[in-house]
């Protein structure tokens, strides 16, 4: 990820929700780029996701559990496997998680789950009368849902009692694109029923435009201000925020970053002589959400609200110590993320 100064940040306020539920450790954003193939239209990276859903468990449930995917995928002539003695199971000690994943917007748009459907009909930009927005609406939740469905169960067979939400059917909404109507109470209601909910972006009514996308990393953002997680982790595809993009050979790893009320930020960890400089960014242009632009400034929004924000590359030893919280307090020298926090 590339960092750009901005101190507006998107807009997830004005639903005059209050916090659902209390005690929720972490709330997860998988990004689509870490669990996709690049340049292959809806393919996962199914390596990668078995990974994080190993890891995603390790940080979660105290204890030995089992299995909980029952279901047999097409194609496939595979009896599930179900344990006998459930009777006999005792219900282990865990966390409480929620996970938002998004859909992988690569530099070419047929590598992606929804972007490519959004993209080719304009959904994003709105127009539910026009033929080909509804259509493309259509698709691109048969897309974004599918990817929601393959997550769940990748996490359901680690047995994590993962629960499928999307914002469409939970009556999420925008109006010019920012969220206004998004109740948290389904949510709220999985996880103190003992459920991890896994969210996802998803394309959802406009009062104005009539329709748009809405990013997980607006989801996020609100998200965090309802539960008020203990702290927050974005998986990439990359280590971490640099000051440049990262296949510059010259780019720098940002270890550290502390966002100040007024949304400012400043680079703690390296030092650097000019730390206000602007920092490039490229967006591609089919990506629908606003690419990196979105996620680096809801991640500073929800450092405002005192929730440290770990951004660190999915399926490796850092993303485990991220996700285990391990990295709070004093960030160790050998751990490769970036921590985005309020100035203290």
Same mark, same amino acid.
């Given at each position: ?7 507006? %940040?998107?807009?997830?306020?004005? #639903? ?26 809806? =393919? ?21 559990? &089992?299995?909980?995917?029952? +279901? ?16 006999? @199971?005792? *219900? $282990? ?21 929804? &972007? ?5 009909? %304009?959904?994003?930009?709105? !127009?539910? =009368? ?7 609406? $259509?698709? =691109? ?20 009692? /993962? ?10 909404? #925008? ?22 909910? $896994?969210?996802? !972006?998803?394309? $959802?009514?406009?009062? /104005?435009?009539?329709? #748009?996308?809405? /990013? ?23 280590? %971490? ?30 030092? =650097? ?16 959400? !606003? ?5 680096? +400034? ?18 490796? *030893? ?5 996700? @285990?919280?391990?990295?709070? *307090? ?15």
């Amino acid at each position: 990820m590339e960092l750009q100064h901005d101190s507006t %940040g998107g807009s997830a306020g004005g #639903t005059g929700n209050t916090a659902v539920t209390r005690g929720v450790s972490c709330i997860v954003k998988l990004g689509g780029a870490a669990i996709t193939c690049k340049n292959e239209l809806e =393919t996962i990276n199914e390596e990668n996701l078995k990974i994080v859903a190993s890891q995603l468990r390790q940080a979660m449930i105290f204890g030995p559990c &089992h299995g909980m995917d029952w +279901s047999r995928r097409p194609g496939s002539s595979d009896i599930p496997n179900v344990v006998d003695n459930f009777d006999d @199971q005792v *219900e $282990v000690e865990s966390k409480k998680f929620v996970v938002v994943h998004g859909a992988a917007p690569h530099i070419l748009a047929s590598g992606s789950f929804g &972007h490519f459907q959004a993209s080719k009909s %304009g959904v994003h930009k709105g !127009g539910l =009368t026009r033929p080909i927005v509804k259509s493309g609406f $259509v698709a =691109t939740r048969i897309s974004v849902t599918s990817l929601n469905l393959e997550i769940v169960r990748a996490l359901a067979k680690e047995g994590i009692p /993962s629960i499928g939400l999307s914002p469409f059917s939970c009556g999420w909404s #925008t109006c010019e694109k920012n969220l206004t109507v998004a109740d948290a109470s389904t949510v709220g209601g999985a996880i103190d029923a003992g459920f991890v909910p $896994v969210l996802h !972006g998803d394309a $959802v009514l406009d009062s /104005s435009l009539g329709c #748009t996308i809405l /990013s997980g990393d607006v989801i996020i953002r609100h998200l965090a201000g309802q539960l008020q997680p203990d702290y927050v982790v974005f998986l990439t595809d990359v280590f %971490g925020v640099y000051d440049r993009p990262p296949t510059d050979p010259e780019a720098v790893l940002l270890r550290e970053i502390a966002v100040r009320e007024d949304g400012s930020w400043s680079v703690v960890k390296p030092k =650097t002589e000019d730390t206000s400089k602007q920092v490039e960014i490229t967006v591609a242009a089919h990506d629908t959400t !606003g690419g990196m632009v979105t996620k680096i +400034s809801e991640a500073a929004m929800i450092a405002k609200l005192r929730i440290d924000v770990y951004i660190v590359k999915a399926a490796t *030893e850092h993303s485990l110590r991220a996700l @285990q919280g391990l990295s709070r *307090e004093n960030i160790p020298d050998d751990w490769l993320g970036t921590v985005i926090r309020y100035a203290r």
